[in-house]
């Protein structure tokens, strides 16, 4: 008689790590799955972050962060040294997420051992295969090797239709990232940051700021850089927050015109539960980040995406988040649009959130149920009331 089934989570970066977690944390205590976590540790320091407040131990870690990576020294790294944990592990299925070179690197290592892969995160797209750089063909390659797909939303059902995925594969799940708010976002949190704890959320309408994507580096992000100094010298109830990416292309250029202007706080990556408490604190949210476009609406805030396209335009259509590029005078004119218009500001804010209703890991959880035939019934796919 076949023992439990055992799963092998598989991921290298925070964003991953921290939509991982609630799932890692339902897979666990479901008691009918053996779990192993294996971490790439393709970004080391706020990877760690991460696992110490999920308080997640990895079986494996593969600690394959160098100075100067690139993709292909990424990518070799991950095929060389994963092939060791499947042997070792013998999993029955690998779960990855996203979009990380670790997520398509790990997938076609498990299809070279030939053991089925699960995507989380799965059917993103913009059909741009260089926008995200190199996150969109990351997904849609890991997307060929994939044998069950968990789709967020049902846009992202319909992207992996079309590209020929057979439906019985893949599940609605609404996205772990709004599971994971649930744990971290508390009304009387206590801020670790001291930059953060000094702060007048009160009195002060605080914008949240992250930009580091490689398509922004260079001129993209020296114009949001100009922009920012001019929305900070243009209101004095401003405050902003600048987490700042340890990447050197970003915070030479990010110093270098930010540095000691007024009202714009540049400090290092926060962990989790600080940056999750400072967005549901926050007036409104700039960024080119993914995750935080799934993250802000949950929360009730507006988001201006720094990026030319998303390939998560649910929000967009619900109306949370808006995609207004780099240029340095629209950047500014559209946040002057939600600081001065306070009827556009609520429409934004009071929109429904498209991306899940905290239960995207219970749905996981169930579909693998599901498919190892420890039940007759598949799961009842997330619904929000736009579909």
Known sequence: MKGKYV????????????????????????????????????????????????????????????????????????????????????????????????????????????????????????????????????????????????????????????????????HITGNTAIDALKTTVLDDYKFKNAVLKKLDFGKKRVITVTAHRRENLGEPLADICNALKKIAMNYDDVEIVYPVHLNPAVQKPVKDILGNTPRINLINPLQVQDMHNLMARSYLVLTDSGGLQEEAPALGKPVLVLRNETERPEAVKAGTVKVIGTNCERVVSETAVLLDNEAEYKKMAHSVNPYGDGRASERIVAALRYRFGLTENRPEPFQHAAY
């Open 7 to 170: 799963i092998l989570t598989v991921f290298g970066t925070r964003p991953e790590a921290i939509k991982m977690a609630p799932l890692i944390k339902n897979l666990l205590t479901s008691g009918e799955f053996a779990t192993k976590v294996c971490v790439t540790a393709q970004h080391r320091e706020m990877l760690d972050q991460v696992l110490d407040i999920f308080d997640i131990k990895p079986d494996y870690d593969l600690n394959i962060m160098k100075k100067n990576q690139t993709l292909a020294c990424i990518t070799k790294m991950v095929l060389e040294n994963i092939e060791k944990v499947l042997e070792h592990s013998k999993p029955d299925i690998v779960l990855v997420h996203g979009d990380t070179t670790t997520t398509f690197a790990a997938s076609l290592a498990a299809f070279y051992a030939k053991i089925p892969v699960g995507h989380v995160e799965a059917g993103l797209r913009t059909y741009d295969k260089y926008f995200p750089f190199p996150e969109e063909m990351n997904r849609k390659l890991t997307a060929c090797i994939a044998d069950i797909h968990f789709a967020p939303t049902y846009s992202n059902y319909e992207n992996l239709l079309n590209e020929g995925i057979n439906p019985d594969a893949i």
